[in-house]
């Protein structure tokens, strides 16, 4: 079989959403096998459009992005490497991602939420202390110590966070229950944003000059 030119491929991941509407492709995407990820167009509330299948190869079902750590975010003293749909097309559609954190002696994971997905943590190597806090037992929180070959669960949506509480480099892979779980962060939601500070401190009751100081700390 003759391949497809490249303005033919281009021409396909351009028109894949006009296709889906048709009712034989519909019908189609309902049996499909895959829907891996057209990362050319916006992602929806029901996911990312489905690349063409002449498209596809197996490239997009195989990633290294957790061979190795990711980005080190220096405020925590952490490295975090994602394969989410926006790095991994091949998840996309099917319920679930994989993180990598790389958490240096004394750094943590701080508190944060997943709105879309519940995490499992995979402690690999070294040991952490991992917690979450219940919304609706009074802000309860559940905290146990995570070592390598142990596992932990952070329910979906709650606040939660890990540190190192051993004398090495602790690393641990996440999987979650969908494949963009999403990711907000309180000291970023907090101080990362373009409330003015004496708004911040109406609402979190932190003095003005720190939530200044932290507003800088964070980059703003």
């Given at each position: 079989m003759a391949k497809a030119s490249v303005p033919v491929l281009l021409l396909l991941l351009l028109l894949s959403p006009l296709l889906s509407s048709l009712p034989f492709y519909s019908h189609a995407l309902e049996s499909q096998?895959?829907?891996?990820?057209?990362?050319?167009?916006?992602?929806?509330?029901?996911?990312?459009q489905c690349k063409p299948n002449l498209l596809v190869t197996a490239a997009d079902f195989h990633s290294d992005a957790l061979a190795k750590p990711g980005q080190l975010v220096a405020p925590f003293n952490t490295s975090f490497a994602g394969a989410t749909v926006k790095q991994f097309p091949g998840v996309n559609g099917l319920g679930l991602a994989a993180t990598r954190l790389d958490v240096r002696v004394g750094g943590v994971m701080p508190l944060h939420a997943h709105p879309e997905a519940s995490q499992l943590l995979i402690v690999v190597k070294g040991a952490l202390s991992a917690s979450f806090i219940s919304a609706a037992d009074t802000n309860k929180v559940y905290t146990k110590?995570?070592?390598?070959?142990e596992?932990?669960?952070?329910?979906?949506?709650?606040?939660?966070?890990?540190?190192?509480?051993g004398s090495e480099t602790a690393v641990a892979f996440s999987a979650y229950s969908s494949s963009n779980p999403g990711l907000q962060i309180a000291d970023y939601a907090l101080f990362g944003n373009l409330l003015p500070a004496?708004?911040?401190?109406?609402?979190?009751?932190?003095?003005?000059?720190?939530?200044?100081?932290?507003?800088?700390?964070?980059?703003?």
């Open positions: 096998d895959f829907c891996v990820a057209n990362l050319l167009l916006p992602s929806t509330p029901s996911g990312y110590e995570v070592r390598e070959g596992i932990f669960v952070f329910p979906q949506g709650l606040l939660h966070f890990h540190y190192n509480i004496d708004v911040v401190e109406k609402v979190t009751f932190i003095k003005e000059a720190e939530v200044k100081r932290l507003k800088a700390f964070f980059g703003l």
